[in-house]
T-cell receptor
Framework: DAKTTQPPSMDCAEGRAANLPCNHS???????VYWYRQIHSQGPQYIIH???NNETNEMASLIITEDRKSSTLILPHATLRDTAVYYC???????????FGTGTRLKVLA | NAGVMQNPRHLVRRRGQEARLRCSPM?????VYWYRQLPEEGLKFMVY????????ESGMPKERFSAEFPKEGPSILRIQQVVRGDSAAYFC?????????????FGQGTRLTVV
């Protein structure tokens, strides 16, 4: 697994875009980047994943740098319900043995 | 398509008893992963199973813990002779057979309290 580094906490105003960065400088060529979030003590919720190209779905966008050493998760219009701990994970190729770091605790402010 | 189902959601055991946690993967998923989350901590990988096989148990404590995923039925995480330190949330995740670029989905967890 590639080691990932995220800021411990961030605040975002409701309705604004939340940009959550992640460094994964040791990622190998075929390792995907996954993002999950955990709201309170619920099970982690899948958000998005990508390999090389930027990705977008109904929840978020994922921007991966060309050298793949870092990525940014973008929540375009954050709501109070997006308050959660966000995890960036880069599991070893072909496995879902996720190594969860400490993540980023995002607080959306009214 | 139902999500990953875990039961029970809450389990209370006295010290020395056995705890059995069940996980039914999503339909079509043949890979199951178990994670443990201690209070105020992150999730820690425990074990990875495919049907009838343990693939990676590097995160399992050496004693009292075991896991299985039989050909039929849910995956079971079994903790024998529970101690207070086993109190935690236990999450399972499932994924499809092909591992490249697909996501794993998590259940809502079982909260084990040892009294």
């Amino acid at each position: 697994d590639a080691k990932t580094t995220q800021p411990p906490s961030m605040d975002c105003a409701e309705g604004r875009a939340a940009n959550l960065p992640c460094n994964h400088s040791t990622i190998s060529g075929n390792e995907y980047v996954y993002w999950y979030r955990q709201i309170h003590s619920q099970g982690p919720q899948y958000i998005i994943h990508g390999l090389k190209n930027n990705e977008t779905n109904e929840m978020a966008s994922l921007i991966i740098t060309e050298d793949r050493k870092s990525s940014t998760l973008i929540l375009p219009h954050a709501t109070l319900r997006d308050t959660a701990v966000y995890y960036c994970i880069a599991p070893a190729e072909g496995t879902y043995k996720y190594i969860f770091g400490t993540g980023t605790r995002l607080k959306v402010l009214a | 398509n139902a999500g990953v189902m875990q039961n029970p959601r809450h389990l209370v055991r006295r010290r020395g008893q056995e705890a059995r946690l069940r996980c039914s993967p999503m339909k079509g998923h043949s890979h199951v992963y178990w994670y443990r989350q201690l209070p105020e901590e992150g999730l820690k990988f425990m074990v990875y199973l495919q049907k009838e096989n343990i693939i990676d148990e590097s995160g399992m404590p050496k004693e009292r813990f075991s896991a299985e995923f039989p050909k039929e039925g849910p995956s079971i995480l079994r903790i024998q002779q529970v101690v207070r330190g086993d109190s935690a949330a236990y999450f399972c995740a499932s994924s499809p057979p092909t591992g490249m670029g697909t996501e794993a989905f998590f259940g809502q967890g079982t909260r084990l309290t040892v009294v």
